[in-house]
């Protein structure tokens, strides 16, 4: 027997009334959603937190730095992966992300990740197959711990994620490559100066003790450090170093530039030297060694209307780069510009409280382990020589001991109290690290980890 068709028209579908359609113009429906939109670029993925990282930057460490061994290498691509659990987008960009932290120090690395050469071509990193990454000892150190301290909140992905990186100084300030990012009406480009000199300039309130943390040299006179420092927006001019050079092999002289680790930043713009490349006039060759990036601009020997120093005038006119820079940021709610003073001195100050507050942590875990090492011969004691049957609020009553103290103390094995009989040894040595950490001075240690970035 053939099946019946099912009645379509049967079907109870439910029904909408025009009061219950909401009425809005189109203008306003696209008004709101490319606001919203906005609002996410610029709060959410292309513009730096209080931190100075953008928010899949801070994605990326922490995940290394809590999901992984800081003591051993970790394939690039398991660690990437790791990332998708609190980042709901993809992760196409992480591989060069790995590649600027490790040239920053922030990781270490096995491999290849890449490099710029002095004339601008770019080598790419190698695939995340065949790197390998870690946390650095140093930023274990500045930040590991105090991942236990800093608020948490929800990601995407439903997972908790830090608020913000326990960082003394904005990191995108002082890593080795060129921070920028690009939002809705606004953008962000920062400038590079080392952690110890912007801490300089912070307690001394002086911009003018502002120094690169690259092979660069930062023309104080021509950029605009006050502006910079007082407003968050300002020239920032820096340059290559440059000297004559001869080689002895050609008897040829020539202008050398040079740089250890400054071509991430910017390189020299060669377009002027095409016309006397061209006419046979000078030659360029990249002498580039182990120890630093350098091109030679030499003048061919007979060349007319070119000299040596006409050669040197166009090298620093090509081999410097007076950038005006946007110190553009997010709190995640709304995006602004912050003058680096202030800056600086917001990031200085949260660091100081996750450190103070770390150490308090650390006293309180000491005293708790003092008071269960003095009580473990009284506990064993009564157990093990008085009454092995007594209950737990027998002991309490009768060794005045209770709470979390007995707690802990009850939970570990006959065999470990009989064994730990006398507990003096270890508590001296607790009660010294207790005296060390009630001396602890985080301003100091704060400006002893400062020096080291």
């Not at 709060?43 to 994605?59: F, I, P």
């Not at 040197?312 to 995006?335: M, V, W």
Request: aromatic share 10%; proline share 5%.
């Amino acid at each position: 027997m053939a099946r019946r068709k099912k009645d379509i028209t049967q079907v109870d579908l439910p029904v909408s009334t025009p009061e219950q359609i909401e009425q809005r113009p189109i203008g306003q429906v696209v008004t709101d959603a490319y606001l919203d939109f906005g609002n996410y670029i610029n709060c959410h993925r292309h513009l730096a937190n209080l931190d100075g990282v953008k928010v899949s930057y801070k994605r990326l460490i922490y995940t290394l730095a809590s999901q992984f061994s800081h003591t051993s290498f970790n394939h690039t691509n398991t660690a990437i992966a790791a990332v998708a659990s609190i980042h709901p987008h993809g992760l196409m960009s992480f591989n060069e992300m790995c590649a600027t932290l490790v040239k920053s120090g922030v990781f270490e690395g096995e491999g290849s990740f890449g490099y710029v050469q002095i004339d601008g071509v770019v080598n790419e990193a190698a695939n995340e197959r065949y790197t390998y990454i870690k946390i650095s000892d140093l930023y274990w150190d500045l930040m590991g711990d105090l991942l236990k301290d800093v608020p948490y909140m929800e990601s995407p992905n439903g997972n908790p994620e830090p608020e913000y990186l326990p960082l003394p100084l904005p990191l995108g300030l002082h890593m080795k490559t060129l921070n920028q990012g690009l939002g809705v009406s606004i953008s962000m480009i920062y400038p590079n100066f080392s952690a110890w000199s912007m801490y300089q300039a912070y307690i001394h309130d002086n911009p003018q003790l502002l120094e690169p943390n690259v092979d660069l040299i930062l023309d104080h006179e021509n950029s605009e450090l006050a502006r910079l420092w007082e407003t968050g927006r300002g020239r920032v001019v820096y340059s290559y170093k440059i000297s004559r050079y001869h080689n002895s092999d050609t008897n040829m002289d020539g202008i050398l530039f040079e740089t250890k680790d400054g071509t991430e930043i910017f390189t020299p713009k060669l377009k002027p030297f095409k016309k006397l490349v061209e006419d046979g006039k000078v030659y360029i060759e990249d002498i580039t060694d182990y120890d630093s990036c350098k091109m030679v601009i030499y003048r061919i020997p007979g060349a007319r209307g070119v000299t040596i120093d006409d050669i040197e005038a166009l090298c620093r006119k090509c081999c410097f780069s007076a950038q005006n820079y946007n110190l553009n940021i997010t709190n995640g709610e709304t995006a602004f510009r912050i003058p680096l003073k202030a800056w600086i001195d917001y990031t200085y100050k949260r660091y100081i409280d996750l450190v103070v507050k770390a150490n308090q942590r650390k006293i309180q875990k000491t005293e708790f382990d003092i008071t269960v090492l003095e009580a473990i011969p009284v506990v064993a004691n009564y157990i093990l020589n008085i009454n092995p049957k007594a209950t737990d609020k027998e002991i309490e009553a009768k060794t005045g001991i209770g709470g979390e103290v007995l707690s802990t103390v009850l939970g570990k094995p006959i065999s470990y109290l009989r064994k730990n009989s006398d507990t003096s040894g270890r508590v001296k040595e607790l009660k010294e690290k207790l005296r060390v950490l009630k001396k602890f001075d985080p301003v100091a240690y704060t400006e002893e980890i400062i020096k080291r970035l």
